[in-house]
């Protein structure tokens, strides 16, 4: 377990002492005439997993866009290392070590592991205009680094495409990692993938955690963030409905925000009248 989960006295000292890396006050977007998001607060630690949660359209890739510098905040404030910001793109979030790792891995299936790792970010050796790739040193650095995260590939000259989804989420992971991330967000890495690929991605964000990154995990699944979270936010319609940390919420009362309670109970009952539906066994 990381440091966050064993002292609770270290921890609420690091959240007094150091500016959170990554902070939203009131933070909101509009978009036109759409207020997709208002009124948030959310506060981002290094060596800490923040989870967000929500249901579809809650607002959780509005408030990532807003981190990462794809949409600007319309209402709040946005704050970075305690210093107000505007980013006007991605690469000005980049800049100030804020990476967002995106579901559709901006990945090319068929070149090789090592190659997308530093797609875009090629090492390069030799004067101009001799320069020329030095494949052997991207190969050795990539190696290094999936095998510093804990991440055991065979071998590095497959084709990414042939890695399953969770051994792709995990290289994205080590590449912003390695690339000098220090808060990094994840939108859903575990939506689409099964219980025992989902438990390897969920290792490699308490990787990325132990190593000091502040962590925004985004997600549907209650069990999946408690089992890395040290906060956690839900969003319903746009706000926050609730904030808390790892010690103040457990696991059933997360999972009742995240399905709402009382719809739930209101579909349940609607159900019962369904002839064939089981509902014996529901919450
Ligand atoms: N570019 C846009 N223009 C207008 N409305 C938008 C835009 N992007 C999002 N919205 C609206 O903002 C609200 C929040 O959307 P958002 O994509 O942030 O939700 P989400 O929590 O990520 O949902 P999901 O779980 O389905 O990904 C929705 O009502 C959506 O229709
Ligand atoms: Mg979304």
């Known amino acids: 377990m990381g440091p966050a989960h064993g002292d609770p006295e270290v921890s609420e000292m690091t959240d007094q002492n150091t500016a959170p890396l990554v902070e939203l006050r009131g933070a909101g977007k509009s978009y036109g005439t759409v207020r997709a998001l ?92 001799l320069r020329r790739l030095d494949i052997a040193r991207m190969k050795e650095t990539a190696d290094r680094e999936l095998r510093g995260m804990g991440i055991a590939l065979d071998d590095l000259e497959q084709p990414i495409g042939t890695l399953s989804g969770g051994q792709r989420q995990c290289v994205a992971i080590a590449r912003a990692v390695h690339f000098g991330a220090r808060v990094l967000i994840l939108d859903e890495p575990t939506a689409a993938l099964g219980v025992k690929q989902s438990g390897v991605v969920l290792k490699y964000i308490a990787a990325a955690r132990d190593r000091g990154l502040g962590v925004i995990f985004i997600t549907h699944n209650p069990h999946h963030a408690y089992m890395v979270g040290d906060n956690f936010s839900v969003l319903r319609l746009g706000t926050l409905e609730l904030s808390a940390a790892r010690g103040d919420i457990t696991l059933e009362d997360l999972t009742n925000h995240m399905a709402g309670g009382a719809e739930l109970a209101t579909l349940k009952h609607e159900l019962a009248q369904v002839r064939g539906v089981d509902t014996a066994e529901l919450p």
């Open 38 to 129: 208002h009124g948030v607060d959310l506060a981002v630690h290094a060596g800490r997993v923040t989870c967000v949660l929500g249901d579809n359209g809650a607002g959780k890739s509005t408030l990532i866009k807003i981190i990462s510098g794809l949409h600007r905040h319309t209402e709040g404030e946005f704050l970075v290392d305690g210093e107000p910001v505007r980013f006007d793109s991605p690469r000005d979030a980049l800049a100030k070590g804020i990476a967002a790792v995106y579901q559709d891995l901006a990945t090319i299936p068929l070149m090789p592991v090592w190659r997308n790792f530093f797609l875009g970010s090629e090492l390069t050796k030799g004067p101009w205009p």
